[in-house]
């Protein structure tokens, strides 16, 4: 089995194809976005692929230690684009083959008007191993 992480990007990814920000949506198209992706994990936790997600909060920031005292903190190192992942989902599955099938499902997800937003998720393999070093 192996490990990868789903990252749905609000802002900051190649655009979706049904590209209308979820602040336009109705509460109905909200809704059914969400039981979507609730179905979709619970059919994951059935057959024993899904290991944990969670939707993500708008704000966040990026802290760093700067030495003694309290440390600084900004908005994010890419102010100007102001990326946002939106949310993350961990798989376990039987290969890269599988991972990206679920992923390719999961950007199918509806939005605006009930259709599918086709929207790019960013689909990373947990490292398994330490990188080698070779000269």
């Known amino acids: ?70 440390p600084p903190v900004t908005d994010g190192p890419f102010a100007e684009t102001k990326d946002l992942i939106a949310g993350w989902m961990v798989i376990d599955v039987d290969g890269h083959e599988r991972a990206v099938e679920l992923a390719g499902e999961l950007s199918a997800a509806p939005g605006a008007g009930g259709k599918p937003i086709h929207e790019w998720l960013e689909l990373r393999p947990f490292l398994t191993e330490p990188p080698t070093i070779t000269e």
């Open 1 to 70: 089995m192996a490990k990868y992480l789903l990252l749905k990007h609000y802002r900051g990814a190649p655009a979706a194809v049904n590209d209308v920000p979820m602040a336009e949506w109705t509460p109905a198209e909200v809704e059914a976005h969400v039981r979507y992706m609730n179905d979709f994990a619970d059919r994951l936790r059935e057959s024993g692929e899904f290991v944990d997600g969670q939707a993500l909060a708008p704000r966040g920031e990026w802290v760093r230690y700067d030495g003694e005292g309290r």
